[in-house]
């Protein structure tokens, strides 16, 4: 929530100026083309550069230290930098992220702890891509039947790491994860109770921001974890 | 399949690899975009997971490279874990691991050679044919928008989430007009 925060207190004071043409187009659901009202534009090249920068920091450890672990956390965290600040990322590269990690995340709790809410973030963001209404109970049934296997098994053998975990990280997880019940719920069913077919952009813009908190999170978490260790 | 080769590898929990693999196999991301949805991702995750695994020993390093230069010509999105690679291989297979300064020519010849024969192969009739350039647009769409149709849950979707927020701000607070003095 941070940077939104940010640019929320920021960018008023700042006096940036409203640019009108773009109130009336796009990010709302089903146009490919994006248009800011208030914030700057954001260029290919700023995004190149900003991916590239964090691919290089981690890639840094690789080089100095090659063992298979890190190459797999320094593979995951490539995955990161490009699904976060890439250009015209599609929703199911978060995967690139997601089957790497599971590879180590069982290495002990701390990666484990980061991994939470990637799984959920990662899982909920995808929902968007089946839109019937055929199509909802496989796809949420399935899904929390498996994240909910997964965070139990992988809770019991995860072993206990030899550094002690990042306080807040564990709070984050655990309420980043209850948030996603009624998120889900109003999204699916809640949603089209109270405004029927109007505002239909309004739980693609909570699902996408929601899922963008949480896999921000979890790479935060996870850069503190490879770093660590 | 891949990924009993990855239980096999695993040398310190047995148990935990067969948990890490069998969610990866039931996963419900591969259930949404490929079963359902396009593009044949389940198969090609399965690549990406054996080669991930024939790095973990030295004597296949070079098939993991290779395998991911193929996967990289099968599709592109896996570019984007391709520096990783890059620097793994170039440490483990291509210096020496006592001395960095000291290059291991043979493997160098052995890994370039069979990356430049792997994408010699898959662009080579598209280079015949002049149809390139159509070949880099479609794979490189900077012509489209930021954000993808959903918005990607990545960092601009938040900074547009921020924007249609601060479309509806009331009248600013007016600070910057105390300082500015208008």
């Given at each position: 929530m941070n940077k939104t925060l940010i640019y929320v207190l920021v960018a008023p004071r700042l006096g940036l100026p409203l640019k009108t043409e773009a109130l009336s187009s796009a990010t709302r659901g089903l146009v490919g083309d994006t248009a800011f009202a208030v914030l700057p534009e954001i260029t290919p090249r700023t995004c190149f550069i900003l991916t590239l920068f964090f691919q290089v920091i981690p890639l840094l450890k690789l080089f100095k230290k090659p063992t298979w672990d890190t190459f797999i956390g320094s593979v995951t965290l490539c995955g990161y930098a490009s699904f976060l600040f890439g250009w015209h990322v599609h929703e199911k590269a978060i995967l690139l992220v997601i089957i790497p990690f599971t590879l180590i995340a069982l290495k002990d709790r701390r990666h484990f702890g980061a991994f939470k809410p990637l799984a959920v973030a990662g899982h909920v963001s995808l929902f968007p891509l089946l839109f019937t209404p055929a199509e909802f109970p496989i796809k949420t049934v399935y899904t929390i039947f498996w994240l909910v296997l997964t965070l139990i098994v992988f809770d019991r053998l995860a072993p206990a790491s030899s550094k002690p975990r990042v306080f807040f990280l564990d709070r984050f997880s655990t309420l980043y994860i209850a948030v996603s019940i009624p998120l889900i719920a109003y999204c699916s069913i809640f949603h089209s109770l109270i405004f029927g077919k109007s505002y239909e952009f309004l739980p693609l813009m909570f699902t996408s921001s929601y899922s963008a908190v949480g896999v921000v999170g979890s790479w935060l978490g996870f850069l503190v974890v490879y770093f660590g260790s | 399949m891949h990924l009993y080769s990855f239980v096999d590898s695993a040398t310190t929990s047995k148990r935990a690899a067969h948990a890490a693999a069998i969610s990866i196999i039931l996963s419900p991301g591969l259930l949404i975009i490929d079963h359902i949805h396009f593009q044949y991702n389940g198969f090609l995750y399965g690549v990406l997971v054996l080669s991930l695994v024939l790095a973990r020993s030295k004597s296949t390093l070079l098939a993991s490279g290779l395998l991911f230069a193929g996967l990289l010509c099968l599709k592109h999105i896996y570019l984007y874990l391709a520096p990783a690679y890059f620097v793994f291989l170039l440490r483990e297979y291509c210096l020496s691991p006592r001395n960095i300064f000291k290059i291991r020519f043979m493997n160098c010849l052995k890994l370039g050679g069979g990356i430049v024969a792997v994408f010699a192969a898959a662009f080579g009739p598209f280079a015949a044919l002049g149809q390139i350039p159509q070949l880099l647009s479609r794979l490189f769409p900077?012509?489209?928008?930021?954000?993808?149709a959903y918005w990607a849950p990545n960092v601009w979707a938040l900074y547009s989430f921020a924007d249609r927020i601060l479309i509806y701000r009331k009248p600013p607070f007016p600070l910057h007009r105390y300082l500015t003095g208008k």
């Open positions: - | 900077f012509s489209r928008g930021l954000c993808h």
